[in-house]
């Protein structure tokens, strides 16, 4: 994890799909969580990046450096924090 979180980000900045059906802007914040299996565990972050592949959420570990966790669309749910599950 020390390495992880010490490297800098492979990608500098992600997008966000404007036209995607959730209507989530960049920067709002969500949780995304598997359907099949570990979805008693939720990440949640600040959303960076959406498109119809994937999910990419920055968030903060215990040590207070910043992460980008992606999942994929396929298997995963998301939801607005405070919101209803997409």
């Known amino acids: 994890m020390k390495q992880i979180s010490s490297s800098e980000f492979a990608e500098s900045e992600a997008e966000v799909d404007p036209e995607d059906p959730t209507g989530f802007k960049k920067g709002q914040e969500i949780e995304v969580w598997p359907i099949d ?50």
């Open 37 to 86: 299996s570990g979805f008693n565990h939720k990440d949640r972050g600040k959303l960076v990046g959406l498109s119809g592949k994937e999910i990419v959420i920055e968030s903060k570990t215990k040590e207070g450096k910043m992460v980008r966790i992606h999942a994929p669309r396929h298997g995963f749910r998301v939801r607005a924090v405070g919101g209803s599950k997409l």
